[in-house]
């Protein structure tokens, strides 16, 4: 630690440097950028922060005098040397250190937003360098400068010397580098929830309580001669019962990182269907414009169409796949009491392009986190001879190779949405459709799951039975209690209790109870959808090293966070207590794993080990623009 001796603004405050004298390390530089998108605009900001902020602001001014903290300013600015206004009225901010974004000195300087104003200002202000004639106040004398002591700042160095000044904590850059990148109403939400600091706050707060654990072995290990301690096996399994807890806790929470990332990232949407069924009509009809081929012919769509869609505030990839055809159909002719009336091609078969496009179609369907099933109906050739009066006369066309995807996608967990297009083409969808319902097998499975549409009636405006509801063709009836609704079920909140949806819970709903998390208020477990990446990588570290401890720990009834069983019985007669009191535990290991499990939790926040936290810094601040 080091005693800064040229604040800009007077305030001598101790901060860290990593050269040898502090004084000429980099670090100390006073670095600049433009904070506003570059080209033609109103109002351009330039940022500075260090400590030549006062001299810079003195040589670009022309006066020796500071504006008041916080409160804006109107000066010309002129260049350094030959005094040439610049800019004819400057609105000039600044903030003194410590209270600032940086937790240094900070001017912004808000331009006019010319190209060539910008351009002027930018090349003057490193041309501020103090001198040995330098007469403003506060100007340091040249030779405590550092080699370079204004340059233009890196990438995300703003947001880097707040972070090394303690005014920020790694998961809060994270969310205001997801703050910066949010492009829906849903990704908004959670990024400015998570500015606070609330989730280090609760990595902390696990942290302490593992450091309190390990330090009840630890006076195990260094005390238990000299001092009246509990029986080494009593204390480990009450502290592997306290552990236990944790390790739910902790694995409900990364549970909950990956459903928060699903908002950062988009939820994957897969349109899955015969050829001719309509997806991508409905992908056109979703998306407004013609985002995919539409035509007649069987095998149009080859390769998956993706496209991003922001849909009632949720960043949705739709993929539009290949139509997928049976093998019998495949190796000539179409089988029309599965595929109805669907052309197979010139030679009635399926090409190699295609036959590819068809396993692609699979693969993004079965790595999608909705699927939607789209099936149409078509004229039924044998409902002459169907002996059911009410049967319609129409069916669905169920391809084998659908049917067996849509099944293997269910079984998976993932949530499949079943759309029937064309029901334009019955007088009374409702009947028609009910009817095919109950009689198909693969629609049993999905009741609460189905929709009727129109991609034809939605394309071309026609609102038939829907005129009233001017839901032109049922799309949206389709895609808000359908989609939308899927999205906030595969997105709810999985606490100690019941759920709560994310969207409930960023309305600023508590939730209900916490169960084995009593200890957490409800509403915090909104900040577990803000766990990035990468401290999802650290949770599961820190769950294996949790379950490691807990697989030494005496207390046989306490496993692992990822078994089915309890983790808070106890041993149930006195035998079962002698029985532990003749384990032999080794508590050395017990207390590496705890230590090692804190660690993976301080590496989250940053107040890991300083070769651990460098190495995750270049990840973090990477994506940031130069003048953030």
Known sequence: ?????????????????????????????TIYALSTAPGRAAIAVVRISGPLCAHILFSLTLSNTLPKPRYATIRKLHHPQTHAILDPSTLILHFPAPHSFTGEDI??????????????????????????????PSSPPPHLLPPNPIRPANPGEFTLRAYHNTRLTLPQIESLSATLSATTEQQRRLAVRGASAALSTQYETWRASLLA????????????????????????????????????????????????ELFREGIKVALLGAPNAGKSSLLNAVVGREAAIVSRTAGTTRDVV???????????????????????????????????NTTAGEDGGVGEVEQEGIKRAIERALTSDVVIVVLSLEPNPNSNFNPDPTAPQKHIPLDPTVLTTARRIAASGRAVLVAINKVDTVSDESIAVDWLVRNSALLKSFTEKVFTISCQNAVSGET?????????????????LGLV??????TALEIPGPSVSADAMMDGGAGQGAGGGADIDPSIWQESLNATARQRVLL?????????????????????????TSPTSSPNTPEDAEDLDNTDVDIVIAAESLRAAADCLARITGRGGQGDVEEVLGVVFEKFCVGK
């Not at 006019?112 to 001198?131: D, F, N, Y």
């Not at 990839?317 to 179409?334: C, H, M, P, Q």
Request: one cysteine or more; glycine letters at 12%.
């Open 306 to 340: 993706d496209v991003g869609v922001d849909l009632a505030g949720w960043f949705v990839r739709f993929g539009d796949t290949a139509g997928l055809r049976s093998a019998s159909e495949r190796v000539g002719g179409s089988d029309d009491s599965v595929m109805g």
């Open 107 to 136: 001017l912004e300087l808000h331009l006019h937003g010319g190209p060539a104003i910008v351009k002027a200002v930018l090349e003057a202000i490193p041309l501020c360098r103090p001198t040995s004639t330098s007469t403003y």
């Open 540 to 564: 599961d570290e820190c769950l294996s090293h949790l379950d490691a401890f807990l697989g030494v720990a005496p207390l046989s009834s306490v496993t692992p966070s990822n078994s089915p």
């Open 213 to 260: 654990a390990r330090g009840e072995l630890e006076a195990l290990i260094d005390f238990s001669e000299d001092q009246h301690l509990d029986s080494p096996r009593v204390l480990l399994r009450n502290v592997a019962g306290q552990v236990a807890r944790l390790a739910e806790t902790v694995a409900k929470w990364r549970g909950n990182a990956v459903k928060g």
């Open 464 to 480: 038939g039975q829907r005129q009233r509801t001017r839901d032109v063709g049922g799309v949206q009836t389709f895609l808000t």
């Open 485 to 490: 609704k899927t999205f906030e079920e595969i």
């Open 1 to 29: 630690m080091i005693k800064r001796q040229y604040s800009s603004f007077g305030a001598q405050d101790e901060k860290q440097s990593s050269g040898p004298d502090g004084l000429h390390d980099e670090g100390q530089s």
